[in-house]
């Protein structure tokens, strides 16, 4: 790469980086996994800098990498044995005590860990990314009624085990 | 302002948890490991050919020097079908025809339609396998008589199926496990296995599977060792030819590349304009000898080839690998699965309007069977024919 292009490059890796990190520690679940899967997602998109039309479209063709990488393949680390999320319907309910919310957030990162690669890379997709069901489809390459299928499931699985996400309100948002 | 949705609150906060890290130079890193594996490839082919050219070793097949570590080559004891006989399949013979030249000496389809054998699904000789990709890929088995059954129901990322039909091997949470069809706990084959790139593809006796450890390589079932593929044969999406005398792989440039099994290094196929602009990206299947392989046409991108392997991108297209020539199948409509079994027999799924059918051809070509798919698989993949 000549160094216009470098440079880019690297503004794109120190601008984006930390967007894509928090992305990837919700699919995998783990620190240094997710730094793991945002470096091999960057490096491919460093391969294929020069086809890209325009920067703007590098970070969209990072996190397709690293999707389709993690639904795929990548390691999934073992939910440990106790943590303090056990018995979670025992902290059912909302609640202001920061106590109470790292439990409940430990929960739901335990929960997420409990779904399969594909549910869990739609629930991120849907509702921390806030992609459209379409647009989630296309980024991982399935049908538009996998990613409706696979997203019930996996709501369904964290209704389950993190109570507290009952009140979710998904229904409307199902033709999105 | 609507009250905010706990679930996407509850994600944002979650998100919050990763500490930053720098992966600059991190990624740099693995980028520059990347184009080595690239030029590798490129260069190996390259002296190969140019080394084959100059000794004129490829006017006489067969008398290459003996491989080093021949890892992927067939077993000393073996129960695979008995290999059929054509030194024009070894890789060194290969790039001594120019592409698009007729093969007079293969067997092709008619270029007419002709009548089946059989139209009826009960006379299916062997074992159909599909994928339901909105559901996590549960594996079923249409059986001679068309009727489906669910063989795996536990989530994977990538699977193949033994040449008998009688095993599965899938990769789940990035280990290595091998179920029998018939029913039972899978049993763990190998921990450490992670690959898109890779399904685990089976040898023709069943004995050995190509999987992704470290680095792609040949795993004894029996001993649960596994022997990493030489070097020179650095690309993705290997399968084994039926006598399991071939390898054929994708480069990670969207390219196909023919090997001997004890072979160090790999041939490109040609490329031909018969692909309309389409890069080949994946083999799906290969025949008997590796003459044939069934593939999957792609964009020509990186995607293309690091996709997810299992079954939601069946083969659409066959393909000379000497040549590189497309083969004109004799099916209407458009091909949506096309898989050989280990003794070269190939089933090929179309759709035209709406109606899908299933052909089975036999090695020459000859149509033995052309009848319509129970409606029961409708909306599954296809992933592999076996015996």
């Given amino acids: ?176 | 302002m609507s009250a905010p949705d706990p679930l996407r609150e509850e994600l944002r906060e979650l998100a919050d948890s990763v500490a930053p890290a720098d992966l600059y130079e991190r990624s740099l890193a693995r980028s520059r490991r990347l184009g080595r594996r690239e030029a590798a490839v490129g260069t190996a082919a390259a002296v190969a050919a140019l080394a084959l050219l100059g000794s004129g070793l490829w006017q006489l097949p067969g008398s290459g020097p003996a491989p080093a570590t021949p890892v992927a080559g067939p077993p000393v004891v073996s129960s695979a079908p008995a290999p059929v006989a054509e030194a024009a399949t070894s890789a060194a013979t290969l790039p001594v025809r120019p592409p698009g030249t007729d093969r007079p000496d293969r067997p092709r389809p008619a270029r007419t339609t002709t009548s089946p054998r059989s139209t009826s699904i009960a006379d299916l000789p062997g074992h159909i396998f599909y994928a339901d990709a909105a559901d996590d890929g549960r594996l079923v088995r249409l059986t001679p008589g068309g009727r489906p059954e669910t063989v795996l129901t536990k989530p994977y990322a990538t699977v193949g199926v033994s040449p008998d039909g009688a095993r599965v091997a899938y990769v789940a949470d990035g280990a290595l496990l091998v179920a029998d069809t018939a029913g039972g706990d899978p049993q763990q084959a190998y921990a450490g296995t992670a690959s898109a790139a890779q399904a685990p593809a089976w040898s023709p006796d069943g004995s050995r599977l190509i999987i992704e450890a470290a680095e792609p390589g040949v795993l004894d079932m029996a001993t649960g060792a596994v022997t990493p593929l030489p070097s020179g044969l650095d690309g993705q999406h290997f399968r084994w030819s039926g006598d399991g005398s071939t390898l054929v792989y994708a480069t990670a440039g969207c390219g196909l590349e023919v090997a001997d099994a004890t072979a160090q290094s790999g041939t490109p196929v040609p490329a031909t304009g018969d692909t309309d602009g389409r890069a080949v990206c994946r083999p799906v299947s290969v025949d008997a000898t590796g003459d044939l392989v069934t593939v999957r046409l792609g964009r020509g991108t990186p995607d293309s080839a690091e996709t997810t392997d299992a079954a939601g991108t069946p083969a659409d297209a066959v393909l000379d690998t000497v040549t590189g020539d497309i083969v004109d199948l004799p099916v209407s409509g458009r091909i949506i699965g096309a898989v050989f079994d280990p003794a070269g027999n190939l089933l090929v799924r179309s759709v035209q309007d709406g109606r899908r059918r299933l052909s089975l051809f036999a090695p020459d070509f000859t149509l033995l069977l052309r009848a319509r798919e129970p409606a029961t698989v409708a909306d599954l993949t296809l992933v592999a024919y076996t015996r």
Wanted: net charge neutral; glycine share 4%; charged share 30%.
């Fill in chain 1, 1 to 176: 790469m000549d160094d216009v292009r470098d440079c880019a490059y690297a503004d794109f890796v120190r601008e984006r980086s930390h967007a894509l990190l928090r992305s990837a520690f919700l699919l995998t679940g783990d620190q240094h996994l997710a730094e793991d899967l945002v470096q091999e997602a960057l490096a491919r998109t460093h391969r294929a800098w020069s086809r890209l039309e325009r920067p703007g479209n590098a970070e969209a063709y990072a996190r397709k990498v690293m999707y389709h990488a993690q639904v795929s393949f990548w390691r999934r680390p073992r939910v440990a044995e106790s943590l303090p999320g056990d018995d979670l319907e025992r902290h059912g309910g909302s609640t202001d005590d920061p106590a109470e919310a790292t439990v409940r957030r430990v929960a739901l990162h335990r929960a997420l860990l409990a779904l399969s690669p594909k549910q869990r890379a739609v629930i991120v997709l849907r509702y921390f990314e806030d992609h459209t069901e379409v647009e989630a489809a296309q980024l991982l390459g399935v049908s538009v009624s996998t990613v409706k299928t696979q997203c019930a499931r996996g709501l369904d699985r964290l209704r389950t085990l993190v109570p507290d996400l009952r009140v979710l309100a998904d229904a409307h948002e199902a033709g999105r």
